[in-house]
């Protein structure tokens, strides 16, 4: 099984700054993409940054220009720097992961995480 897990989130006053990790664990043969969602109350689900296994990146307009996205291949880990928070920012955060498993057989998987909180206060 293939299990992502988020780490980072928190409670943090309006301009600050948060690292959110992501790590995924199992048996992963590859990993083609990995990303961040987030969900406020009664809202959608809505991308925020998501990077390839080449590096090529994308931002929601949102958070252009404040937040980056990171991998690193080795630990099989994304992170989402999130600078100059907003209280529109608040959200539950997910990681996802588009990725390729060998066992039982070699298949393409879309994982997500559990979700982490974070919360900008005004």
């Known amino acids: 099984q293939v299990q992502l897990v988020e780490s980072g989130g928190g409670l943090v006053q309006a301009g600050g700054s948060l690292r959110l990790s992501c790590a995924a664990s199992g048996s992963i043969f590859s990993i083609n993409r990995m990303g961040w969602y987030r969900q406020a109350p009664g809202e959608q689900r809505e991308l925020v940054a998501s990077i390839t296994d080449g590096g090529t990146t994308n931002f929601a307009d949102s958070v252009k220009g404040r937040f980056t996205i990171s991998r690193d291949n080795a630990k099989n880990t994304v992170y989402l720097q999130m600078n100059s928070l907003k209280p529109e920012d608040t959200a539950v955060y997910y990681c996802?992961?588009?990725?390729?498993?060998?066992?039982?057989?070699?298949?393409?998987?879309?994982?997500w995480g559990q979700g982490t909180l974070v919360t900008i206060s005004s």
């Open positions: 996802n992961a588009g990725l390729i498993v060998a066992l039982p057989t070699f298949r393409y998987l879309e994982v």
